[in-house]
Every structure is written in structure tokens, then in C-alpha cells.
């Protein structure tokens, strides 16, 4: 048995390692051939192309990196080609991940995509192309999946592997395992008012959104005079730009500390949250952390955006709700004053602070379990028709 999976992102990386797992055990002789992260990495599968090439966002910073994408997408049809896989998991990456899987169906592969595009939210033309390039859809969230079936695709809803692979803890149990707080949060650190950003696993996101959130806190410490900030960085490498972007927003670093430890310990560790509209906000959401939420785009991508989409909520938590249960600030709104704003009644109303947690609540009690367990035995279901 060959599989062939590609992961268009961090997000992607972790739902690509959990579904590995969960199929090694159906598959246990298969051979795995797989572009992903650090994530799929480390379940002892065949890398043959890096995650970073496909982690970019918005229809004008594509362009930037098209020679690079394209380059990948040749020389992966070339080794797909040589080396036939006998099933392709698609794991989000619809741009890249759908012309792919058409590529391989034409060659009698079967192919699979994991996390349903966002065709709810979107003009539904994309349905043509997912008919043509899948099997089988695997769907996250119970609300994607009456749409294939009014189209006569194959769907399940597998629920999100997070679900169940985050544990809440307490924001006194988090501060003790970060060893920053007694390092450098020293004073009284277990009472101290703490703010996490986390503005996203992109260079792009990292850039545009990072200056607004730190203008924020600028404006937050004239009312809280002793904030301290965690801000997450997913990697390494950005570490470097982070720190340049806080010293040319003339904040003090000393109240500062930008980490790269475990997302969901950085989460549980702060009285709110700050971030961009992505996964994120379902970890903040199920680890129960007041959150506001927000997003910036090139100008190009916001107004092509505008004229496609048909939704007006973006963030998962509003999603699933149904309702907005968090503050989004979404491009012109996406503003240090606004954000401000959320973030203080984030941090010191009660009532606001209670209404969001008991949503998040309901959102946890909702979501199906063993994701990654239904989702490899509905693709065995699939191989073995």
C-alpha cells in the first residue's frame, strides 16, 4: 500500500500526523510519501517536499510565490507519476491540493481531501472542480457536509482531532511549566493580568498584523500599567523578525516575551487572547481563554474577497455558534483602538468574560470525537470498496 499525502500548512501538518497514526495502525506495512512539517516529519514517513513552499494566503501574496509553487507541482506530478500512490490524502491547500488530485484520479489513484475548502462561505462554483477531483471529502465541522451531499460526493464528518487532544489546564498550572513567568514575570507572577498575541503562522501574517497588535498593548498599558505579553511564534526562523518588530513599535521588552513553547500551554497561561482568524481560535476557543479576533490582508486580496465571499462571520467559534460570541476586527476594522477596546473587557468585565466561556463550553460539548480514528476507517471504508 502506497499513500501519498500533502499538507498545505501548520494547521494541516498536525491533522496530517494524527490521521498517520491512526492509518499505520489499519496499514501497517504502507509505505508513506508525504509533503508536510515537522509534525509529519516526525512519524518516520518519506518527506519529498517542504510545507513552507504552500504556506501563503490571499489571492496577491500568491503571486509572489507562484514560480516556487509551480515548481513543486511539476516535480511532484513527476514523482506521483514514477511512484503511483494508490490512494492521495489531500490535507486543506484546496488551490494546490484539488488540481493535484485530479492530476492522480486521471491515473485510477484514489484521492481523498481532508478539511472541507470553505465552499459554505464562498460562490459554490468550486463544487464542479471538488466532483471532479475527490472520492471522498472529509469534513471537519457537522454543518459542511449537506452541501456534498446534495451534490453527490462522498462526505463524513470526522470532527476535529483537537477535540480531543487538548487537556485544559489551569492558568496557575501553565505559568508554573513556562519558565518565563518566574524568570522574567517575577513579580507575583501567578496574579499578574497577561495578554497572549498570536499573530498567525505566516511571514505575511507576522508582518501586517504583529505592528497593530503591539500599538494595542501600547494603548492597554496606559489602563493597565502592569500587563505583561506572550507573544507566539510557530517558528524558529521568526523569531528574529518578531524582535525587530517589537523594537520598532517602541514597546518594552522587558514586560515582553516571545516563545515558542507549546501554543496551547501559552493559551492556558494567559487571561485573554489576541490573534489571527485561523485554527487558533478553535485551541483558544476549546481551552477556554476570552479571545477577540483579527485579520488583515493586502488591499488586492480584501477586494476581490469582498465580491466572492458570502458570509459575514470568520472566525470558527462565530461559525460554529452560529451567532457572534467574539469581537472580530476584520481588515479597516482591524485597528489598535478597536482592538484595544475588546481586549480591556476582555481582561476586567466579568460579564463579557462569562458569555464567552459558556459558548465555548457549548461549542466543546458539540464536536464529535476520535476524529482522526473516523476519518482513517471511513478512507479504509473507501480503499476497500
Known amino acids: 500500500m502506497h499513500i501519498a499525502i500533502l499538507a498545505g500548512e501548520k494547521s494541516g501538518d498536525i491533522l496530517g500526523a494524527s490521521l498517520i497514526v491512526e492509518l499505520k495502525k489499519i496499514y501497517p506495512t504502507a509505505r508513506f510519501t508525504c509533503v508536510g512539517g515537522e509534525e509529519i516529519k516526525a512519524q518516520e514517513v518519506e518527506i519529498i517536499g517542504n510545507i513552507e513552499t504552500l504556506s501563503v494566503m490571499g489571492f496577491a501574496e500568491v503571486i509572489g510565490k507562484l514560480p516556487e509553487i509551480l515548481g513543486l507541482k511539476k516535480r511532484l506530478e513527476d514523482f506521483w507519476t514514477a511512484n503511483k500512490p494508490d490512494l492521495f490524502i ?67 464528518c470526522t470532527g476535529h482531532p483537537m477535540r480531543e487532544r487538548l487537556q485544559e489546564i489551569s492558568k496557575k498550572e501553565a505559568r508554573e511549566k513556562l519558565s518565563f513567568f518566574t524568570n522574567k514575570f517575577n513579580d507575583n507572577a501567578e496574579n499578574l ?19 497593530i497588535f503591539l500599538a494595542t ?60 482568524s485561523g485554527t487558533i481560535s478553535l485551541e483558544t476557543a476549546l481551552l477556554s481563554r476570552p479571545m477577540t479576533v483579527a485579520y488583515k490582508v ?6 476581490i474577497a469582498r465580491r466572492l465571499l458570502k458570509i459575514n462571520k470568520y472566525s470558527l467559534p462565530n461559525l460554529l455558534a452560529g451567532r457572534e460570541i467574539v ?9 489598535p483602538e478597536l482592538l484595544a477596546k475588546d481586549c ?36 479504509a471504508e473507501l480503499m476497500n470498496k
Open 90 to 156: 489531500g490535507i486543506d491547500a484546496p488551490d494546490f491540493n484539488l488540481p493535484m488530485e485530479i492530476f492522480l484520479r486521471q491515473k485510477a489513484v484514489k484521492t481523498v481531501h481532508f478539511v472541507s475548502p470553505s465552499i459554505w462561505a464562498w460562490k459554490e462554483k468550486r463544487i464542479k472542480k471538488i466532483k471532479q477531483a475527490v472520492d471522498l471529502m472529509l469534513c471537519l465541522f457537522p454543518f459542511e457536509t449537506s452541501i456534498y451531499k446534495e451534490h453527490e460526493i462522498a462526505a463524513v
Open 217 to 276: 498593548v501600547n494603548l492597554l498599558k496606559v489602563q493597565i500599567p502592569n500587563l505583561r505579553v506572550i507573544i507566539s511564534t510557530a517558528d524558529a526562523k521568526y523569531q528574529e523578525l518578531i524582535k525587530n518588530i517589537c523594537e520598532n513599535s517602541c514597546i518594552d521588552l522587558n514586560n515582553i516575551e516571545i516563545s515558542l513553547e507549546n501554543s496551547s500551554e501559552l493559551i492556558s497561561a494567559s487571561d485573554a487572547v489576541m490573534l489571527a
Open 327 to 335: 469581537p472580530e476586527r476584520i481588515q479597516e476594522d482591524c485597528t
Open 344 to 379: 480591556l473587557a476582555l481582561l476586567q468585565d466579568d460579564e463579557i468574560i462569562s458569555k464567552q466561556l459558556h459558548s465555548f463550553a457549548e461549542i466543546r460539548d458539540n464536536m464529535p470525537e476520535n476524529a482522526s480514528e473516523t476519518a482513517a476507517k471511513a478512507i
Open 298 to 303: 493586502h488591499s488586492l486580496t480584501a477586494f
Open 193 to 211: 493580568p497577561v495578554l497572549g498575541l498570536f499573530p498567525g503562522s505566516r511571514k505575511s501574517e507576522i508582518t501586517r498584523l504583529l505592528p
